[in-house]
């Protein structure tokens, strides 16, 4: 059973972690301390759970005059069943509905592209490397 858990509590807050760490500094690579950013302690952090053990994460943060999603991962056992987009879409409607902004922005890994593209985003700007890894900066507007 899938369950999303805004995260309140330290231990939630772990378990975010560890899927980030399993993903990105050891599926990809990336250096912990440019994962653990220090932005966690203002972002609103979402787990999913699949059968009460931690699946996916991602997290909303503020951006410019906005909010952005980031941090997506999914735990390599659990890809292929939704749960990726299961999370883009509960991150972009928190920011839509209960903060209010009408645009969700990403920085989306390049090989993500067509993944966020299928959610609805669009790709504007130019390529980009963060964290040794090429990106695009992709934006999706509220319905309505």
């Not at 399993?22 to 690579?29: D, S």
């Not at 987009?85 to 922005?105: H, N, Q, W």
């Amino acid at each position: 059973m899938l369950k999303k858990i805004w995260v309140n509590n330290t231990e939630d807050k772990n378990k975010c972690f560890s899927i980030r760490e399993e993903v990105f500094t050891r599926e990809q690579g990336i250096p912990h301390e440019l994962d653990i950013d220090g932005s966690d302690e203002e972002a609103y952090l979402l787990l999913l759970t699949v059968n009460d053990r931690p699946a996916a994460t991602g997290r909303i943060t503020a951006c410019g005059s906005g909010y952005a999603i980031g941090r997506l991962a999914v735990l390599d056992k659990y890809r292929g069943r939704g749960l990726g987009s299961e999370a883009v879409r509960c991150l972009c409607g928190y920011i839509f509905d209960e903060l209010g902004y009408k645009v969700c922005t990403v920085h989306a890994q390049l090989h993500a592209a067509g993944f966020y593209k299928r959610l609805g985003f669009r790709a504007v700007g130019d390529i980009f490397t963060e964290a040794g890894i090429e990106h695009i900066t992709m934006v999706k507007e509220a319905q309505g």
